[in-house]
Structure formats: C-alpha cells, structure tokens
C-alpha cells in the first residue's frame, strides 16, 4: 500500500524540489517499473528511486540529497512528509540514548515508560532497540528518538555510534551492585569526553529503588559524583515505576529548542539554530542534580 502511494506521489509532483519527503515504511514487494530500492543507513531506512533509464529526474536528486545528508549525520526527522496538497510539518525528534552495564534495568525503564509495564522475562537488548515517544515539556511537544543499548562487554565499543549527535543521554545503574556504579562513572566521563555535542544532557538513574535493602551504593556518593559533573539524578525503579516518568520529563525540561545537529567536517549539515547558545545569546538552560 505504501509504495503505490509513493508511486503515486511521484507521478503528481514530478518536478516539485520544494517538497522534501518523510518516508517511515520499507517497501518490500514492489513494483519492478519505477524501481524502488530500500536502503538502510545507521539509524534510519528510507527509499530512493532508481529510473530504468539512468536519467536523473528532479526527484531522484532530492532522494540523492537526502542520501547524502543522512549518510553525514543528518537527523532523519528533518525531511517533513507531504502528499497531494497536504502538508505536515511533524515535530523534530531529539536523540536520547541509554547507557549502562547489562542487567542494570535499561531496557525495563524504557517498557515502563513506552507502556507503563514490568516484566521479569524481558529479552535481553542485542546491538541496540530503537523506540520513540513524545511528551509535553514546557508547552511544547518533545518527541524522544530513543536508543536502548546492550550493556554487554562486547557491545560497549558500538555505543559511541549511538550517542554521537545524542542531545541527551540517561546512564543507568543498579543501586544494589557497586560495580555497576563505577561503571556508570565510566560512561558519564565517556560521553562528555567524546559526544560531538558540548551540551549533551546527561541524567543518572538510580535504579532498583524498590530493592532498598540491598542496597550497595549509598545515596549521597550518587548524590555527590551527580554534583561534581552537573548530572540530573534520580532515584527510579522500573518495577513500581517510581520516578521513571520524571527521569524523562526532568530530562526534556533541559533540552534546547531545536534537536542538537552534528556538524561533519565543518559543515552545519543542517538546522537554522544551534544548541550551544540561542540566538539572541542566551546561554543554554543549565543542568538540574538530584531531583
């Protein structure tokens, strides 16, 4: 269905480069003429179409365009979807990644945000889960592009791919394993140290709450580290819920206006703002610690 509809589009605007495409489905079994093919690109998929003939029309450089910003760090939210004489602009996501040990609860807090469930059988993450959801902040729609990854060893070198570009990031630990801790102190120095984006908002959670007599890390060394490297902290629990909404309200609060764009080479790729300062100056919203 999804293909006869952009085939169809391609026939009423043909020659329209003022209209750039949002495509959120992969086409499987289309049709041969025009040829369709499916690409897949770090963090998106999206299609591009081929003429048998090799001409390129107006719309094959568009999709090339697009190629091309996407394969330089262009977030996919940019290229808003329009079809027949209906236009909508959908919100800009901002890129969020969860970081942290495995078994840890990561991919618990994310079903008890998306869902507002718990489950004790939850798959372990492979590589990396994309979600999104969005939630109002400030009076304004935040739409979170959300990516849970695996907190095993051999993953933990593919976790830069998932953060760089990040506007914000949440490391999790499990307040009833202290290495776990020291391991979150890790990724919280790894990403200041290495995101493309100097403004990146980090939060730390606490998670596990509700295994209070096991715990292993007291609250005020969270509560101090928190401090020293201005991180939002929280004290949250996957399993009754606590404080899991607030992690990601706390954490849309801070976030600028605009999604942070990564330049690549010295180019701003795209976005008329930038999330170091505002254009009228003001320097950007500074982090909250232990709410």
Partial sequence: MMHSLFVEWIRRHPQNLGVRLRLWYVVSNVDRSPKILALRTE???????????????????????MHHKLDRGCS???????????????RKGFKLVLLGDASVGK????????????S???????????NTKTIESRGRQVKFEIWDTAGQERFR?????????????????????????????????????????PNIVIALAANKADMEEKRQVPWEKAESFAQQEG????DTSAM???????????????LPDEPFVPQQRGLQVTSNTQSTAAADGKPPAKRLCCA
């Fill in 120 to 130: 004790e059988e939850i798959e372990t993450t492979v590589g990396a889960a994309f």
């Fill in 107 to 118: 991919s618990s807090i994310l079903m008890r945000f998306l869902h507002n469930k718990f």
């Fill in 43 to 65: 963090e998106v998929r999206f299609l591009k179409l081929l003429k048998p003939s090799g001409a390129r029309s107006n719309l094959e450089e568009l999709l090339a365009a």
């Fill in 240 to 254: 009754s819920g606590k404080n899991v909404l607030r992690l990601f309200e706390g954490v849309a609060e801070l």
């Fill in 76 to 90: 996919f939210s940019e290229f808003p979807m329009s079809y027949g004489d209906a236009t909508r602009m959908p």
């Fill in 231 to 234: 991180l939002f902290l929280l």
């Fill in 157 to 197: 070198s593919l976790a830069p791919m998932y953060y760089r570009g990040a506007s914000a990031a949440v490391v999790v630990y499990d307040q009833t394993n202290a290495v776990t801790f020291e391991r979150a102190q890790e990724w919280v120095r790894q990403v200041m140290s290495t995101s493309a984006n």
